[in-house]
């Protein structure tokens, strides 16, 4: 538990960990890549250390110093059949993009996680790998983990899939590396394409198309003789920078400056809904690393209105959504969210998460089947937080309790560990 309350004038440079979504990507894919990768400024957060883990199981050898990991990866066909259970902990990325992977392997696998993991839906990804001949199964027949996975022969499919989901998407591709022909993922709005670059970057045969018209996006990936390792520099998170975004605007005689952020335009939509409701954000320095742009962002207190949060721009800030919330209930005028029923199913229903929790601190908001009303304009009070182990949720109340009357307490809030584990003391370099 921590214990926080107001404060003013935070001023300062921060830089922010590697992307997360990055991050578990460069190892899975440094794994199956025939040579060396080498990476820079990885997020040693407790997800991708459980990811480094799996691929140890599968025979990888894997070398890290602080945020520099060397992997020797084996090639597509080089992983070894795992001697126990490939536990990916809390990390929904690592069980769904892994199972993809596993699909395409000619040895027997079992993919589990920790009780909240277990908890998460994996039809998703059972689903379209079943329609390429995979054979997997949720042991448990609920269609969650744990997952078993035999050998089969897979096969193209073009996949249109019911919700726009990194995950699921990266998965199908991922399980395509194998298969005998070309397989295509359609999805309702385009969502993370990380898989995409990254997977281009070494050496996948992989083309992507939008139609507008139809708010449908497109991603094909050939079967693939071999990936090569490569070197990668992973951008700071935007998710990991969103509070500090969030401080930045909401805390008095603010000015903030995070360095070296990843702003892929299907991660970005945080900066566009901020400046939307007035936020003062300038991005400075643009720049391209390893086929992701990057920017400096610098951000200044503002006053903030309330809008309309829905449609193609969810898939882009569904992580950022519980900050958004909290600056929401700060603003003038009211703030509705829709199409955003994929947090109900995170580390916690975060719907039903950032309502108790902002109303525990005097917000006036309500939760739908999809989304949140938020009645701007509100003075919060400080309260007993409970994030139910939510590193997001944690992260989110900690920097409303810096405008809060009184003090806030954060339980179990060493669960920011997952993604962000020197959070607070990023605190101390903006005192």
């Known amino acids: 538990m921590i214990e926080l309350g107001s404060i003013t004038g935070l001023k300062g440079k921060i830089t922010i960990p590697g992307d997360k979504s990055i991050s578990h990507r460069a190892i899975m894919f440094g794994a199956i890549s025939q040579g060396t ?44 059949a795992p001697t126990d259970i490939l536990d990916v902990g809390n990390s929904g990325t690592t069980a769904r993009l892994l199972a993809g992977i596993m699909a395409g392997q000619p040895f027997e696998s079992k993919i589990s996680g920790d009780e909240s993991l277990n908890q998460r839906p994996m039809n998703r990804i059972i689903a379209p790998l079943e329609k390429m001949n995979a054979n997997i199964s949720s042991i448990l027949r609920n269609d969650c983990a744990p997952l078993y996975i035999a050998p089969s022969q897979l096969k193209g499919i073009s996949y249109l899939s019911p919700i726009a989901s990194a995950q699921v998407k990266s998965c199908v591709l991922l399980a395509g590396l194998f298969a005998e022909e070309k397989t295509s993922v359609t999805e309702p709005f385009l969502s993370r394409n990380h898989t995409e670059l990254m997977l281009t970057e070494f050496g996948a045969d992989i083309q992507t198309s939008v139609d507008t018209n139809n708010n449908m996006a497109t991603a094909s990936i050939q079967p693939c003789p071999q990936l090569y390792g490569q070197e990668i520099t992973i951008p700071g998170d935007i998710s990991s920078a969103t509070y500090f975004i969030a401080a930045g605007l909401l805390v008095p005689d ?9 702003i892929n335009p299907t991660r970005s939509g945080i900066i566009k809904v901020c400046q939307d409701m007035g936020g003062d954000i300038t991005l400075i320095n643009t720049r391209q690393a390893g086929g992701e742009p990057i920017a400096d962002i610098l951000v200044r207190t503002s006053p903030l209105k309330g809008i309309t949060i829905e449609g193609e721009i969810i898939p882009t800030l569904i992580d950022e959504i519980p900050m958004i919330a909290v600056m929401a209930a700060l603003a003038e005028g009211d703030t509705i969210i829709k199409h955003a029923e994929e947090l109900r199913v995170k580390e916690t229903d975060r719907i039903e998460t950032i309502t108790d929790n902002l109303k525990a601190m005097g917000a006036d908001v309500t939760a739908t ?25 944690a992260m989110t109340f900690s920097i409303a309790a810096l405008v809060a009357e009184g003090t806030t307490k954060i339980l179990d809030s060493q669960c920011v560990d997952v993604s962000y584990p020197s959070f607070y003391d990023t605190f101390e370099e903006l005192l």
């Open 369 to 393: 089947k999809d989304g949140l009303i938020i009645k701007g304009g509100q003075t919060l009070k400080g309260a007993m937080i409970h994030p139910l182990l939510d590193h997001r949720i």
């Open 37 to 80: 990768t080498k990476i820079r400024h990885f997020l040693s957060g407790a997800d991708c250390l459980a990811t480094i883990a799996c691929f140890k199981r599968l025979g990888i050898e894997i070398e890290q110093n602080k945020e520099d990991v060397t992997i020797y990866g084996k090639g597509l066909h080089g992983l070894q």
């Open 254 to 262: 603010s000015e903030i400056m995070i360095q070296n952020v990843g």
